[in-house]
T-cell receptor, first 116, second 113 residues
Framework: AQKVTQAQTEISVVEKEDVTLDCVYETRDTTYYLFWYKQPPSGELVFLIRRNSFDEQNEISGRYSWNFQKSTSSFNFTITASQVVDSAVYFC?????????????FGSGTRLQVQP | NAGVTQTPKFRILKIGQSMTLQCAQD?????MYWYRQDPGMGLKLIYY???????DKGEVPNGYNVSRSTTEDFPLRLELAAPSQTSVYFC????????????FGPGTRLLVL
């Protein structure tokens, strides 16, 4: 069965610090997709990134970057120069191709508090 | 495009009451999902559908039912509400192969007392 682990329950940083959110996954599939979603205090889920299992290139989008390493089954998320607006719960999720249903298995989330 | 819409936003139910959570999407997505999010936890899959007329159970289906008569709509039915069903419910949809990203509705907060 697939599983996503976000070991960091809560992280608190001061504005402008860099912060990395860890995500470790387990799957038997060779084809799968990894996601990060942001859940701000307002409660909605905001899609941040999708990465398929064949693409190990790191990605950078503004202050956000993602490091995907199949060798360690990790898909970590770094925010550079954090801002108060980054305060939210961040979820890592996994979707397997094999089952056909493509539902997401979520980690338990990491709450990020950015202090001014 | 409105994306994925859900109604109501918030509801209080008494134990034993029934209700339907509505979900609609206007992106012509075949895949639709219902998840629940308990406090401090990630989301868990209740039911999903791969197209009109086709539904199947997820991890936590007990106490719920779904139907999918059209591509756009995917209502979730609670027949006999129990306190354990107090949660936030999210509906999501995604496109076909190669378009795996799931887009979520704003959620319905349900309190069963």
């Amino acid at each position: 069965a697939q599983k996503v682990t976000q070991a960091q329950t809560e992280i608190s940083v001061v504005e402008k610090e860099d912060v990395t959110l860890d995500c470790v996954y387990e799957t038997r599939d060779t084809t799968y997709y990894l996601f990060w979603y942001k859940q701000p205090p307002s409660g909605e889920l905001v899609f941040l990134i999708r990465r398929n299992s064949f693409d190990e290139q790191n990605e950078i989008s503004g202050r956000y970057s993602w490091n995907f390493q199949k060798s360690t089954s990790s898909f970590n998320f770094t925010i550079t120069a954090s801002q108060v607006v980054d305060s939210a719960v961040y979820f890592c999720a996994l979707s397997e191709e094999r089952t056909g249903r493509r539902a997401l298995t979520f980690g338990s989330g990491t709450r990020l508090q950015v202090q001014p | 495009n409105a994306g994925v819409t859900q109604t109501p936003k918030f509801r209080i139910l008494k134990i034993g009451q029934s209700m339907t959570l509505q979900c609609a999407q206007d992106m012509n997505h075949n895949y639709m999902y219902w998840y629940r999010q308990d406090p401090g936890m990630g989301l868990k899959l209740i039911y999903y559908s791969v197209g009109a007329g086709i539904t199947d159970k997820g991890e936590v289906p007990n106490g719920y039912n779904v139907s999918r008569s059209t591509t756009e709509d995917f209502p979730l039915r609670l027949e006999l509400a129990a306190p354990s069903q107090t949660s936030v419910y999210f509906c999501a949809s995604s496109g076909d192969r190669g378009k795996e990203t799931q887009y979520f509705g704003p959620g319905t907060r349900l309190l069963v007392l």
